[in-house]
């Protein structure tokens, strides 16, 4: 059960979501979220103490949302094959219903490091997300559908590929709905990392 | 006490390392054999196959086999005599405890009461006064403590595989020197030097191995893993595995975690360990 | 008649045939198997590394250093720094230093009527053993000599404490075995000096006398070795006629009918292998001056391996002072032993004689795995006309008793010999 305090902070990221895909991120500042959501900005400092903090926040929180999606997938008693599809249609959904958070991850995560190399080394924000990933991997070795071989080798293909498509997608560049790739790219990955 | 220690399919390894323990001469005045591999016994094998003897503890050393003899007789029926009269039995080694090294694909092999993870009947009417003390070999602390607590009438609790768990509840793993390589999850292990853990590539099975093998130093000064040397798990029913240098990887996960620890808690442990390099642990320690 | 031989690491079943009062013949039957052989067919050929040690509880070290060498000569070219061959050849002196001292107050001592010396065999045994874990983690049964050389790194510190470890051995062995200054004791020439010193060497040798035995126990004078170290020459001979051009080649195994151990011949004939023979090969002067009154009887042959006691405690010191601390212990093989396709062999001077290990690899799998153990040398049932070198030295005597003592101034392995 979330407090009420955790449940507020979901509300800010959300409206710092919408802005910070509407206007950009550096033009986006604590006191334009603030406003947005009708509350002062002494009281968003009492949740986020900066724009930095936030930033990193938010990448933490979407991690966590892929990351839970993606472990009710793993937990499932289904193929290796079957679990690639359900991923790469989670990814999919969540780019259609929430573009700004895969939006955030491409265009402000990956395009301003310098606001994340303190307190987000490496991988550590995004582990949630990271460490299903590797349960996806490690089992489908395991269970002899998927190939040995580096993780980040299999890593790089699957996440560079969705991330490309949904790039696509944000520069209007698709003539179809995500949806209609999910079969395709779906076998594509599947076929490339399979034994 | 009177102790019967009878060799089976054994390489006499638990033997020798019992002679290693530092106060033998102070146990062999507690406890007396009337049968020994290799120290001198009133009773020959001859004796005690053919007679009944007194006998306080039954020890068992090296693989059982069907159809096996000492002296021209079964070992089924030596075992059953003596085990049946003894107060207790000890298997004294993997090989006893699960059938070890000597195990081949037929059933005709086995320990007293596991073949390797797999528990059987042969012996029931003794499995409730079975001790298990693996390891190949024994530590002989482990042994000779496991006996002064049976003789002072301890209570010994034992773990799913008959092991006392004040010797085995721990992990090889626990006070090993090279602990700071595995908790930083530095994986830049070489064989022949100082630094390194040997969990990520070559093998060491010591976060999953029960045992006190850097608790109780062996010959009291040192650890195959304190040295460079993987742990082999050789006091697991599993023991001997395939490919024992080696660590086994899923797409770079190890195949086989710390002792409980559940797979996401490790790789989240991971990842952020991961995350920071720390130079100290990337340096030789004996620098110039 | 049947004789059941026990603590030998095993037993063995002695059956002996009568003539005239005598021991006419002695067929010597092993009575199990581990089959270590067919083990390890289908392994990793690394894992010989911890399988082979559990052949044997005593002389396990030797298996893994014969081991190590047998995958490591399956290379053309592969480069082991000196400090990791000396810190092997060192680790195996502590192994033979540990044997002898339990086979004299183990198994030597009750054969001549003495109650077995618990402090004798374990005292000097337990700081061998400290000083092979210093730098392989534990004794008995590591794995420590692995392709490539050893895997720990020694420090300054672990060189002192071994030299410490033998020092008190040397010390122990002067206060007990004989008293008399080790170093003095080494350039001694002649055995009457040694009876009549005072300690438990000269007391068992004197005995061997006074129950009139010490020229029991003679076989063909026939002497073998085959592991070459800083201390050991390879080299065969009859009597004191030494050669020195040996190859193993010419070594073949013959299955025995009623036994589990292999019988085992050079160029058709059973040799002996053991501590006699690696002194008569040496030239060792005062191995030399016993052979001269008893020939290869059991008067020489425990004096031989009495005396090899402190001749490897003193070399070991000398090859510690020879390391070179700044040299890798371990340098990874070019090939990884996966990609090796070949056949090796190891070949070591164990305690009681030399120890053969042939193997072949390929795709990462040992196909086959030959084992020749020193006692299979020693201990070969041959047949009437054709005897083995342990059945000659009983054959002729009235006693089995006497029989028995002649059959342990062997030291049998049983575990090993059937493997």
């Known amino acids: ?26 033009t986006t500042t604590i006191p334009d979220i603030a406003k947005s959501l009708k509350m002062s900005v002494g009281n968003m400092y009492n949740y986020f103490k900066s724009k930095d903090i936030l930033a990193k926040e938010i990448l933490k929180h979407i991690s966590h949302y892929l990351g839970e999606e993606l472990k009710n997938i793993n937990e499932k008693d289904i193929t ?11 990814y999919f959904q969540t780019a259609n219903l929430k573009p700004e958070m895969i939006d955030y991850f491409l265009r402000v995560f990956l395009s301003n490091r310098e606001v994340f190399k303190e307190g987000c080394e490496g991988m550590i924000c995004v582990n949630d997300f990271v460490t299903e990933i590797m349960i996806y991997f490690e089992d489908g070795v395991k269970n002899g559908e998927l190939r040995d071989q580096d993780f980040f080798s299999a890593f790089g293909l699957f996440m560079g590929y969705l991330g490309g498509m949904v790039f696509l997608k944000g520069e209007d560049i698709l003539p179809n709905g995500l949806d209609t790739y999910i079969d395709d790219i779906s076998n594509n990955i599947y076929k490339a990392l399979k034994v | 006490m009177k102790l019967l220690w009878l060799n089976l399919l054994s390489c006499n390894g638990n033997v020798h390392s019992f002679l290693n323990y530092p106060h033998i001469e102070k146990f062999l005045e507690d406890f007396s054999f009337i049968y020994h591999p290799i120290l001198e016994t009133s009773y020959s094998l001859q004796d005690i196959v053919s007679q009944n003897i007194d006998c306080d503890i039954l020890l068992l050393d090296g693989t059982l086999e069907d159809g096996h003899t000492k002296a021209d007789v079964d070992i089924k029926t030596i075992i059953e005599k003596y085990g049946i009269k003894a107060k207790k039995i000890i298997t004294v080694g993997t090989c006893a405890s699960f059938g070890g090294i000597f195990l081949n694909d037929e059933d005709t092999k086995y320990g007293l009461h596991f073949r390797q993870k797999l528990e059987h009947n042969r012996y029931k009417k003794l499995k409730n006064k079975t001790i298990n003390i693996s390891g190949c070999p024994i530590h002989p602390e482990i042994l000779v403590n496991t006996l002064y607590s049976i003789k002072k009438e301890y209570e010994l609790k034992l773990d799913q595989y008959l092991r006392p768990k004040e010797f085995y509840a721990t992990t090889v793993h626990n006070g090993c020197t090279r602990n700071e390589y595995f908790e930083y999850k530095i994986d830049n292990h070489k064989f022949g030097n100082l630094e390194g853990c040997m969990f990520y590539d070559h093998g060491c099975q010591a976060p999953y191995t029960n045992g006190s093998c850097n608790k109780i130093l062996w010959n009291e000064v040192n650890s195959k893993t304190r040295v460079g040397h993987p742990c082999m798990g050789c006091t697991e029913p599993t023991f001997p595995k395939n490919n024992l240098f080696e660590t086994k990887t899923n797409m770079g996960i190890p195949q086989y975690l710390p002792l409980g620890v559940p797979k996401r808690a490790y790789l989240s442990l991971a990842g952020v360990a991961k995350a920071f390099k720390i130079e100290r642990f990337e340096k030789k320690l004996m620098d110039n | 008649m049947i004789e059941l031989i026990e603590k030998i690491e095993g037993e063995a079943k002695l059956n002996f045939s009568f003539k005239n009062k005598k021991i006419d013949f002695v067929d010597i039957e092993f009575a199990s198997s581990r089959h270590i052989e067919n083990i390890l067919k289908g392994k990793n050929p690394l894992d010989a590394l911890v399988i082979n040690p559990r052949i044997c509880g005593i002389c396990g070290h030797a298996h893994l250093i014969a081991t190590v060498q047998a995958l490591e000569n399956c290379y053309e070219n592969i480069e082991i720094s000196q400090k990791a061959k000396i810190v092997r050849e060192l680790t195996l002196n502590f192994e033979i230093i ?3 001292f339990k086979w004299i107050y183990l198994t030597l001592f009750p054969l001549l009527g003495f109650k077995q010396n618990i402090k004798g065999a374990t005292y000097p045994s337990q700081l061998m053993s400290k000083a092979i874990a210093t730098v392989g983690g534990q004794y ?17 510190t672990d060189l002192i404490k071994m030299e410490n470890y033998l020092d008190e051995v040397i010390k122990f062995y002067q206060d007990t075995v004989i008293n008399a200054n080790v170093d003095d004791f080494l350039v001694c020439e002649n055995i009457e000096k040694i009876l009549s010193a005072t300690g438990d060497l000269p007391k068992i040798l004197n005995t061997l006398k006074n129950q009139k035995i010490a020229k029991e126990g003679k076989s063909f004078d026939r002497f073998i070795s085959f592991g070459d170290n800083s201390y050991f020459k390879s080299g065969r001979g009859v009597k004191t006629k030494i050669n020195h051009n040996i190859n193993v080649k010419y070594v073949n195994e013959h299955p025995n009918q009623n036994s589990y151990a292999k019988n085992v011949k050079f160029k058709n004939y059973y040799y002996e292998v053991g501590a006699l023979s690696r002194a008569m090969i040496n030239k060792t002067p005062l191995i030399k001056d016993s052979h001269r009154r ?4 059991i008067f ?28 890798p212990s371990y340098i990874k093989p070019t090939i990884d032993i996966s990609n090796i396709k070949g056949t090796g062999v190891g070949i070591v001077e164990a305690a009681r004689g030399s120890l053969i290990h042939k193997v072949s690899i ?10 020749i153990t020193p006692t299979q040398w020693n201990l070969s049932n041959g047949n009437k006309d054709d005897l083995g070198i342990s059945q000659k030295a009983m054959v002729g005597l009235e006693d089995t008793q006497l029989a028995q003592i002649v059959f342990k101034s062997f030291d049998v392995c049983s575990v090993c010999t059937t493997h």
């Open chain 3, 98 to 100: 540990q044997n002898h």
């Open chain 3, 140 to 156: 008995p049964h590591n794995s420590y000599a692995i392709v490539g050389g050893i895997v720990s790194e020694i420090s300054s």
């Open chain 1, 1 to 26: 059960m979330k407090t009420k305090k955790e449940l507020k902070k979901e509300i800010i990221i959300q409206a710092a979501l919408e802005l910070f895909s509407k206007k950009g991120f550096y």
């Open chain 1, 80 to 90: 290796t094959k079957e679990k690639t599809k359900q991923i790469v249609t989670v």
């Open chain 3, 362 to 371: 390929n795709e990462n799998t040992i196909k086959d795995y030959q084992i």
């Open chain 3, 294 to 297: 008893y020939q290869d009887s």
């Open chain 3, 300 to 327: 020489s042959r425990i004096l031989a391996r009495i005396c090899e006691i402190p001749q490897l405690l003193i070399h070991s010191k000398k090859i510690i002072s020879q390391i070179d601390l700044q040299e």
